[in-house]
T-cell receptor
Framework: GDSVTQMEGPVTLSEEAFLTINCTYT??????LFWYVQYPGEGLQLLLK?????DKGSNKGFEATYRKETTSFHLEKGSVQVSDSAVYFC???????????????FGRGTQLTVWP | EAQVTQNPRYLITVTGKKLTVTCSQN?????MSWYRQDPGLGLRQIYY???????DKGDVPEGYKVSRKEKRNFPLILESPSPNQTSLYFC??????????????FGPGTRLTVL
């Protein structure tokens, strides 16, 4: 079945460091891919998404490119800030298989802490 | 303000005492869903609903019930809570049009402890 694997955390960086959080997926069709972010004490919110191969999602300085050949959707940011400290979840949706379910399959989450 | 609300935000209860966690959205979304979040396991879907009176099981439905009598509300019911249901619960909703069906909006979470 569909699944997402993301790198284990926690990840600890200094401010202005480069960030990569790896995410790979398994799916039989052509899923949409997402990164959600969860700030302390809050629910998840969509950070970025990509719906087809080679699409690049971007938001708030974060980027991720949908790589079908490597089944990956790695999250990157060139210069992290203290305010980026949060838990990041990679997810996929099977919507593009024509299913009406719209289900999201989440990775286990990666805790990012950024020190000043 | 467009939002998903959950109540209560925090709840401590005892084994076997029935409880309901409410979820409400004001965005006229057709799709609603419940997840639980546990350390090291990420988010797992409990139940979902494609529209009023249409519900189905997710990955971990055992011990939970839901109902969808109105479009805006999707309560989660634990008839006889047990300690293994201690978790952080999230409600989410999304529209059903093909362009945005797969982007979900999450509530703030309900932290449940069952003693």
């Amino acid at each position: 079945g569909d699944s997402v694997t993301q790198m284990e955390g926690p990840v600890t960086l200094s401010e202005e460091a480069f960030l990569t959080i790896n995410c790979t997926y398994t799916a039989t069709g052509y899923p949409s891919l997402f990164w959600y972010v969860q700030y302390p004490g809050e629910g998840l919110q969509l950070l970025l998404k990509a719906t087809k191969a080679d699409d690049k999602g971007s938001n708030k300085g974060f980027e991720a490119t949908y790589r079908k050949e490597t089944t990956s959707f790695h999250l990157e940011k060139g210069s992290v800030q203290v305010s980026d400290s949060a838990v990041y979840f990679c997810a996929l949706s099977d919507q593009n298989r024509g299913s009406t379910l719209g289900r999201l399959y989440f990775g286990r989450g990666t805790q990012l802490t950024v020190w000043p | 303000e467009a939002q998903v609300t959950q109540n209560p935000r925090y709840l401590i209860t005892v084994t076997g005492k029935k409880l309901t966690v409410t979820c409400s959205q004001n965005m006229n979304h057709e799709y609603m869903s419940w997840y639980r979040q546990d350390p090291g396991l990420g988010l797992r879907q409990i139940y979902y609903s494609m529209n009023v009176e249409v519900t189905d099981k997710g990955d971990v439905p055992e011990g939970y019930k839901v109902s969808r009598k109105e479009k805006r509300n999707f309560p989660l019911i634990l008839e006889s809570p047990s300690p293994n249901q201690t978790s952080l619960y999230f409600c989410a909703s999304s529209p059903n049009d093909s362009g945005s069906r797969d982007t979900q909006y999450f509530g703030p979470g309900t932290r449940l402890t069952v003693l």
